[in-house]
Structures are given as C-alpha cells and as structure tokens.
C-alpha cells in the first residue's frame, strides 16, 4: 500500500513540476511575432495541404473493407 502511495506521489509530483516549467515557458512560447495569420498565404496554403492529405487519408481507410469486398482478389489472397 505505501509503494503504491509513493508512486502515485511521485506521478503526482512530476505532473506538477511539468505543469510548472511549462507554465514559465509559455508566455515565451505562445508570444505573438507580428505575423498576421488571415493575410499569410503560406498558412493558407499549410492548411489547404493538411486538410487534403487528412481527406485522403479518412476515404482511403473508409474504402479498403469495400474494396476488398468487390475486388476480384487472386485465390491466395481469399480467407473465405
């Protein structure tokens, strides 16, 4: 019972040290650069590709179960 309080002690304890560092480091982190996101087309761009790729990615995942339904797959391949 005590090994599983100190563990759960030192769980807690390292959390918090995180959460304290990167409470510091965060003003720094997150402080503005004076570029403005609306009118940079390299973010547009950044975001168009990600969400492109996103797409893709979602509709390929979604059609290989259909596709191995429908496709004529040679005998080696068949489990049925």
């Not at 599983?4 to 304290?20: D, H, I, N, Q, W």
């Not at 003003?27 to 390299?42: E, K, Q, S």
Request: no cysteine.
């Amino acid at each position: 019972m005590k090994e599983k309080l100190f563990r759960f002690g030192v769980r807690v304890s390292a959390l918090l040290a995180t959460l304290g560092i990167f409470s510091m480091l965060a003003p720094r982190v997150f402080a503005g650069d004076g570029i403005d996101p609306l009118n940079d087309p390299a973010i547009g761009l950044n975001v168009m590709w990600m969400l492109i790729a996103g797409f893709l990615v979602f509709f390929m995942q979604a059609a290989l179960p259909w596709w191995r339904l429908v496709s004529p797959a040679p005998k080696m391949w068949r489990t049925r």
